[in-house]
């Protein structure tokens, strides 16, 4: 398989299953995983989208009754929101592997409790990772507005190439 001049190999370590390996002295392999992405130039707009949604902020894992997998549709319908507008964004183009800067404005009807808006970023850097951009790591600069008297719900994304 021939990788376009922007692919990237990333090496990844193996699963944790795989520890025991190690404590029995055996020889531990590291998978290697190909990502391709593109080189944005400085300066430009990645991706611009809007959500036409609630925006819902991280939040540790909440467990089910009996301690079932953990519950949490509103930030699961969030991410849903979000990654459709970026695949609409990023029409078929790969994502970017450098360093960006994250700008986003959220607006948002009053309500009876106001989410933390560190939160309601890192739900939305981490929706848009693998779409976007490559990891969220590579965020050099955040830009961010927050309207809790907004007449609509909605959150205005731009991801720019540094």
């Known amino acids: 398989m021939k990788l376009p ?3 990237k190999v990333l090496k990844t370590r193996l699963p944790a299953q795989y520890a025991h390996n190690r404590r029995e002295g055996g020889k531990v392999r590291s998978a290697k995983k190909v990502v391709c992405g593109e080189h ?3 300066g430009d707009v990645v991706a611009g989208l809007v959500v036409r949604s609630r925006p819902v902020p991280f939040s540790v894992a909440i467990r ?3 301690g079932g997998a953990p519950v949490r549709p509103k930030l699961k ?3 849903i929101h979000v990654q ?3 695949r609409l964004a990023m029409a078929g ?3 970017h592997i450098g360093p960006y800067e994250f700008r ?3 607006l948002l009807t009053p309500a009876a409790s106001m989410p933390d808006i560190c939160n309601i970023v890192k739900s939305s850097e981490d929706a848009l990772e693998g779409i976007v951009y490559i990891n969220d790591k590579m965020c050099r600069r955040h830009r ?3 309207d809790p008297a907004a007449d609509e719900d909605m959150a205005i994304i731009e991801v720019v190439a540094l």
């Open 104 to 106: 986003a404005k959220f």
């Open 77 to 79: 319908q969030w991410r």
């Open 5 to 7: 001049p922007s692919a």
């Open 144 to 146: 961010t507005e927050y």
């Open 93 to 95: 183009r790969l994502p």
């Open 84 to 86: 459709a507008a970026a």
């Open 64 to 66: 089910g009754k009996n």
């Open 40 to 42: 944005y130039a400085a």
